[in-house]
């Protein structure tokens, strides 16, 4: 059995998430102010760039050249040219036009390739805003320090990793690091556990990631490789030089086989001549010419124009092939490891569930598309069911700053992916957005954080008072509700209610859902600056619930399906939770009832030995960086395994190499 070559180790630096932002800025001989410009200049000449190295590129001519690594293209290069000297003019020809024809099919698919792979290395911030000299100022994001000061708002690229100062509901997208489709909600309090994984670091915000929603600052600990998005490209580079895939390996055997199977048979042809008196001339062209007629001259030529007709139907199917030998090998994988967020499901947050007035709705539609309904028991939701419906969307939509926009027939969401999610579920309720911003227009919001764990809009009504729509944790927002919506009008809240709705919760919650509370509480009118949340946020009343997930493809069902009937095992290594990655496998077919995930924690504590004896009976991997990726598919190529790796995220990339 090979073993796979040995991880090299990134090195995870210090854990400032665990250090007082205090003692953070005093390490890096910064202050909230910023750096001067002067100290700027002076790091950035001392530590380079805010920039990632990129690996070197492969040219044309390497290209071209790569063509002819193979033995048995040499032995029908060394076969042509001593038919030439041997005067078989026509046969030299022959043999070296089918050389260069390989190279030039083999030549034009890789290029192609890599340029259309160079046009999808486009992730870092051209500009970032900074701290310099106590003023904020726009600067290349590759001018940025450790020091730096950066101020963060929606919609900005996060151009280094730094510790957070400064927080005002501020939400970043983190999936190009670590699988989750979520806004994660960023604030500034140290955290005492040093040891903890990159998604659940809330006073982090790292490279290459987005800020959703919100604002903040923070100070930068590291730039560059020394960034987590940097420690990838560092694996990506260290991965190793790419194995032959089995029908090279097949190949280059065969011709070790026949270079040493004519060798013999010539050198037993020619001893036998020699016995028989035959003359040296004479036996020496009929032992060269014997070599060079077992030489199989079509072999290359079929298998090139073989694969390169797999790679023109992969084309069709629009998969791009970097490598055609990688056609044959898609078709001798018994192993395929998959990302989950945006490759097995669709990458946005979907609204599946509705609870309103006792009632539960099933939501139909994927992502942010208008397209999908409320369905009571099985069918679309009737008449008697509209008003409760119209008003939980009424509130869905009333506190809600997300807009969603169709561009090139993909709808999208600009803000918060929760909200977004909200507000596509609150148009398939019945509701009305642009009814309730024009009758209902917005007087104040208290914007959500992390202490309260609930966002209010508070909007004036027809009569001159005022409502506010509130969101949030359901736990949080029932402690706070004293009556309850009800499809017959407003009652108070009764014990058996509230365990009623807690149990609800606890059910959506055990589907995998995300699940966000929904009440209202009418005011007296007064002024923004009166409406506080602990003014408002109390004797609400109850709405509804509404419970979300990153749902799965349909034809990700459908190709697990037929992978399982080709005998290829599918294993999910996803960086999101456990307990979501499980009940997402099971619902695609990957993991059976009685499968668990196994944590990146949980794999820190295995050796590599370790791995290799349980890395086949483990079919979902949960909270796993880029380098627990690597650590899988090694392990299962120690077993043998040809290995396929699926996977849009950045931290897929050094599996995918690897």
Sequence with gaps: MTMAPAIASQPKGEAWHSQAAEDVLAKHGSAATGLSAQEAAKRLASDGPNELKEGKRIGPLQIFLGQFKSLIIWILIAAGVISGVLGEVVDAIA????????????????????????????????????????????????????????????????????????????????????????????????????????????NMVFMGTSIAAGTGQAVVVTTA????????????????????????????SFGRILVWAALGIVALLFGLGLLRGTKLFELTMTSVSLAVAAVPEGLPAVVTVSLALGVLRMSRRRALVRKLPAVETLGSTTVICTDKTGTLTVGEMTVR???????????????????????????KAEAQHAAPLLELATVLLGCNNAHLVEEEGKWKTVGDPTEGALLAAGRKAGGDRERIEKELPKHHEIPFDSDRKLSAVIRKLPDGKLRAFINGAPDVLLERCLDLYTSTGVRPMRDEDRKHIAAQN???????????????????????ADLTSDAVEHDLVFVGLSGMYDPPRQEAKDAVAKCRAAGIRVVMITGDHPHTATAIAREIGIASADDVAIAGVELDKLSDDELHKRVERIAVYARVTAEHKLRIIRAWKANDAVVAMTGDGVNDAPAIKG
């Design 95 to 202: 043999i070296l036009a089918i050389v260069v024809l390989n190279a030039v099919i083999g030549f034009y698919q890789e290029f192609n390739a890599e340029k259309s792979i160079a046009a999808l290395k486009k992730m870092t911030a051209p500009q970032a805003k900074v701290r310099r000299d106590g003023q904020v100022t726009s600067i290349p994001a590759s001018g940025i320090v450790a020091g730096d000061i950066l101020t963060l708002e929606a919609g900005d690229l996060v151009a280094a990793d730094a510790r957070l100062l400064e927080a005002a509901s501020l939400k970043c997208i983190e999936s190009v690091l670590t699988g989750e489709s979520e806004a994660v909600t960023k604030q500034p309090a140290t955290l005492e556990q040093g040891d903890i994984p990159l998604g659940d670091r809330e």
């Design 225 to 252: 490789m020394n960034t987590e998005l940097g420690r990838i490209a560092g694996m990506i580079e260290e991965a190793g030089a790419e194995e032959g895939t089995p029908l090279q390996q097949k190949l280059d």
């Design 353 to 379: 569930s509705l609870y309103v007035s006792g009632q539960s709705y099933e939501v139909t539609g994927e992502g942010y598309r208008p397209d999908g309904e409320a369905r009571f028991e099985g069918k």
């Design 506 to 528: 606890t059910a959506m919650a055990q589907q995998a859902l995300r699940v966000l509370g929904s009440a209202y509480r009418d005011l007296d009118s007064a002024p923004p």
